[in-house]
C-alpha cells in the first residue's frame, strides 16, 4: 500500500504506539514495531470486544510503505464522528458506563486500558463503541490506575456538573478540551457532597494531590512506588460505576422545547400534513444519512427511519430535549444519535495546529436535511440574517425540507412583542429567492392557518 495515498489524522500524534490514517472512506492504524508485542498479545481479547460489538472491527493488512510499522489494520469508517463536548448528558453517562464496563471486562481476562480518554469512544446510533485498539494492554500486578484523573475530568465532572448544578458541561468542556477540571468541581461542590465517601475518592483528595501537577504524568510518578491489589482497582471501578449509573439530570423544571411536542401551536391535523411531507420527502429521494436541525425529541427523527433513510444525525440546544431523543433512540434500538449543537457557534477546528479536533463543518454533511421550525431561532432570535442561514441549511445537503416560519405565526409575535423589528428582509419571498439561487424548489406545502411552510429543494 502507498502511504502517499492516505492522509495522516492530526489528532493521532498523542499515541506513540500508532498512528490514524484515512483515505477516501478506508481507516487505517499502523502499530509500531515497540507497541507490537502488546498488540500480539492483545490480539485475542481485541477479537472477542469485535464479536461483542464493543471495539470497532479491524483486518490485518501488509504494511507495504510503512517503514517503521510492525503491523497496519484497517478499520470500517465510523460516520458521524463525534466528540464528547457533543454529547448531552445521556450519552454521555452511556459513554462513561460503557468504558467502565470495559475496563472490568479486560481487568477480569489480564487486561487494562492504558488510559481513559472520552475521545476513544465513538457512537453507532445510540450504542457506544470503543475504538482505540493499542490503548488495551496487559494489566500489571499491583498498578494504580493511570486514566483516574483522565477519566473524571472527561467522564464524571462534566455529569456531576449538570447532576449536581443543573449546568450543561458542553461549553465548558469544549473550552478545556480535556475535560473539566477535577480542581474546579472541588470548589464547586456543596460542603455536604464533600464529605462523602465518592466525593473525597474521586474529587477531593486527586485535586488535593494535582496541586502543582502539570499532567497525569507526574501524578502517576509520585505513586509509581505505591501497590493498588486488583481487587482493590476493581472496586475503585465498580464504585465509579454505581456511582455514574444512579446521577440524574438536576432538571429544576421542564424546558419549554422538551414539552414542544404537547404544546407546540399545531392543531392535530396540521401535525400530519407535516408528518406525511415529511416522510413523502424522504420515501422519494432515499437518502443514506439525514441531519435533523432542530431534533427536539426525535418525533420527525423517527418519521425518516421509518420511511427509509439509514441513518438520522439530531441536534439541539435543548439538553431536556436531547435527553429524551437518546431515551427514545435507546429504547427503540433507532440508528438515532442526537448531539448537542448552538448553531450559532458550532464545534471549530481546534486543537493543537487547530487541526487536532476537526470542527462542525468538517465531521457532518448529509444525503439530506431536515430543518423544521428552525430558521427563525437563528434569524429573529440572534439577528443572523436569513440569508446566510439557508445558506448554511443548504449547505449540509444536496436535498432537504426547509420550514419557512412568518412573522404572522404566534411563536414569532411573542419573540418581537418586547424588541423592535429590525427584520424587514424577513418575509416569504427573501426566504424563496435565497433557496432559489442555491438551489431548485421541487415542492412546496403551507402547513398551518399561520403561513407556516415547507419547501423541499434539491440542488
Given at each position: 500500500?502507498?502511504?502517499?495515498?492516505?492522509?495522516?489524522?492530526?489528532?493521532?500524534?498523542r499515541?506513540?504506539?500508532g498512528?490514524?490514517?484515512?483515505?477516501?472512506?478506508?481507516?487505517?492504524?499502523?502499530?509500531?514495531?515497540?507497541?507490537?508485542?502488546?498488540?500480539?498479545?492483545?490480539?485475542?481479547?481485541?477479537?472477542?470486544?469485535?464479536?461483542?460489538?464493543?471495539?470497532?472491527?479491524f483486518?490485518?493488512?501488509?504494511?507495504d510503505?510503512?517503514?517503521?510499522?510492525?503491523?497496519l489494520?484497517?478499520?470500517?469508517?465510523?460516520?458521524?464522528?463525534?466528540?464528547?463536548?457533543e454529547?448531552?448528558?445521556?450519552?454521555?453517562?452511556?459513554?462513561?458506563?460503557?468504558?467502565?464496563?470495559?475496563?472490568?471486562?479486560?481487568?477480569?481476562?489480564?487486561?487494562?486500558?492504558?488510559?481513559?480518554?472520552?475521545?476513544?469512544?465513538?457512537f453507532i446510533?445510540?450504542?457506544?463503541?470503543?475504538?482505540?485498539?493499542?490503548?488495551?494492554?496487559p494489566y500489571?500486578?499491583?498498578?494504580?490506575?493511570?486514566?483516574h484523573?483522565?477519566?473524571c475530568?472527561?467522564?464524571?465532572?462534566?455529569?456531576?456538573?449538570?447532576?449536581?448544578?443543573?449546568?450543561?458541561?458542553?461549553?465548558?468542556?469544549?473550552?478545556?478540551?480535556?475535560?473539566?477540571?477535577?480542581?474546579?468541581?472541588?470548589?464547586?461542590?456543596?460542603l455536604?457532597?464533600?464529605?462523602?465517601?465518592r466525593?473525597?475518592?474521586?474529587?477531593?483528595?486527586?485535586?488535593?494531590?494535582?496541586?502543582?501537577?502539570?499532567s497525569?504524568?507526574?501524578?502517576?510518578?509520585?505513586?509509581?512506588?505505591?501497590?493498588?491489589?486488583?481487587?482493590?482497582?476493581r472496586?475503585?471501578?465498580?464504585q465509579?460505576?454505581?456511582?455514574?449509573?444512579?446521577?440524574?439530570?438536576?432538571?429544576?423544571?421542564?424546558?419549554?422545547?422538551a414539552?414542544?411536542?404537547?404544546?407546540t401551536?399545531?392543531?392535530?391535523?396540521?401535525?400530519?400534513?407535516?408528518?406525511?411531507?415529511?416522510?413523502?420527502?424522504?420515501?422519494?429521494?432515499?437518502?443514506?444519512?439525514?441531519?435533523?436541525?432542530?431534533?427536539?425529541?426525535?418525533?420527525?427523527?423517527s418519521?425518516?427511519?421509518?420511511?427509509?433513510?439509514?441513518?438520522?444525525?439530531?441536534?439541539?440546544?435543548?439538553?431536556?430535549?436531547?435527553?429524551?431523543?437518546?431515551?427514545?433512540?435507546?429504547?427503540?434500538?433507532?440508528n438515532?444519535?442526537?448531539?448537542?449543537?448552538?448553531?450559532?457557534?458550532?464545534?471549530?477546528s481546534?486543537?493543537?495546529?487547530?487541526?487536532?479536533r476537526?470542527?462542525?463543518?468538517?465531521?457532518?454533511?448529509?444525503d439530506?436535511?431536515?430543518?423544521?421550525?428552525?430558521?427563525?431561532?437563528?434569524?429573529?432570535?440572534?439577528?443572523?440574517?436569513?440569508?446566510?442561514?439557508?445558506?448554511?441549511?443548504?449547505?449540509?445537503?444536496?436535498?432537504?425540507?426547509?420550514?419557512?416560519?412568518?412573522?404572522?405565526?404566534?411563536?414569532?409575535?411573542?419573540?418581537?412583542?418586547?424588541?423592535?423589528?429590525?427584520?424587514?428582509?424577513?418575509?416569504?419571498?427573501h426566504?424563496?429567492?435565497?433557496?432559489?439561487?442555491?438551489?431548485?424548489?421541487?415542492?412546496?406545502?403551507?402547513?398551518s392557518?399561520?403561513?407556516?411552510?415547507?419547501?423541499?429543494?434539491?440542488?
Open positions: 500500500m502507498e502511504s502517499n495515498v492516505l492522509l495522516r489524522l492530526p489528532g493521532s500524534f499515541d506513540p504506539a498512528s490514524i490514517y484515512i483515505s477516501g472512506d478506508r481507516v487505517f492504524r499502523t502499530v509500531s514495531q515497540t507497541a507490537a508485542p502488546q498488540y500480539e498479545t492483545a490480539r485475542e481479547v481485541l477479537r472477542s470486544l469485535v464479536a461483542q460489538g464493543r471495539l470497532a472491527d483486518e490485518e493488512r501488509p504494511v510503505g510503512f517503514e517503521d510499522a510492525a503491523y489494520l484497517e478499520h470500517p469508517k465510523i460516520s458521524p464522528w463525534t466528540l464528547p463536548y454529547w448531552s448528558f445521556s450519552l454521555l453517562k452511556e459513554a462513561a458506563l460503557f468504558h467502565l464496563d470495559l475496563h472490568l471486562y479486560l481487568l477480569e481476562r489480564g487486561f487494562t486500558l492504558s488510559d481513559a480518554s472520552a475521545y476513544n469512544v465513538q446510533g445510540p450504542r457506544p463503541v470503543f475504538i482505540d485498539h493499542l490503548s488495551i494492554r500489571v500486578e499491583g498498578e494504580f490506575w493511570a486514566g484523573r483522565q477519566f475530568e472527561q467522564f464524571l465532572n462534566p455529569l456531576l456538573l449538570r447532576a449536581y448544578f443543573d449546568i450543561a458541561a458542553n461549553g465548558w468542556y469544549r473550552g478545556e478540551l480535556e475535560g473539566i477540571p477535577t480542581a474546579a468541581i472541588a470548589k464547586l461542590l456543596p455536604r457532597s464533600r464529605l462523602s465517601w466525593a473525597m475518592t474521586h474529587v477531593i483528595l486527586p485535586a488535593y494531590f494535582q496541586q502543582g501537577a502539570t497525569d504524568r507526574e501524578v502517576n510518578a509520585a505513586l509509581k512506588n505505591r501497590k493498588l491489589p486488583l481487587e482493590g482497582f472496586g475503585l471501578l465498580r465509579l460505576f454505581r456511582w455514574i449509573e444512579a446521577l440524574r439530570p438536576a432538571n429544576i423544571s421542564a424546558t419549554t422545547w414539552n414542544y411536542a404537547s404544546t401551536t399545531y392543531d392535530p391535523a396540521e401535525a400530519a400534513q407535516k408528518g406525511t411531507f415529511v416522510g413523502e420527502f424522504i420515501a422519494e429521494t432515499r437518502p443514506r444519512t439525514v441531519i435533523d436541525l432542530g431534533c427536539n425529541t426525535g418525533d420527525y427523527s418519521i425518516a427511519l421509518e420511511r427509509g433513510a439509514d441513518t438520522v444525525i439530531g441536534f439541539d440546544f435543548d439538553q431536556q430535549s436531547l435527553d429524551q431523543a437518546f431515551q427514545r433512540a435507546k429504547a427503540g434500538n433507532l438515532f444519535l442526537p448531539l448537542f449543537l448552538d448553531a450559532r457557534n458550532p464545534s471549530p481546534q486543537g493543537w495546529m487547530q487541526s487536532e476537526l470542527g462542525f463543518s468538517e465531521r457532518y454533511s448529509s439530506a436535511v431536515l430543518a423544521l421550525a428552525f430558521e427563525h431561532h437563528l434569524a429573529i432570535a440572534h439577528n443572523v440574517p436569513l440569508d446566510q442561514v439557508v445558506e448554511w441549511i443548504v449547505s449540509l445537503a444536496p436535498t432537504g425540507v426547509i420550514e419557512f416560519v412568518p412573522k404572522s405565526d404566534p411563536t414569532i409575535t411573542k419573540m418581537l412583542a418586547f424588541r423592535e423589528d429590525i427584520f424587514p428582509n424577513y418575509n416569504e419571498a426566504f424563496r429567492a435565497t433557496l432559489e439561487k442555491r438551489s431548485h424548489t421541487v415542492r412546496q406545502k403551507r402547513i392557518r399561520s403561513g407556516r411552510t415547507l419547501f423541499w429543494y434539491s440542488r
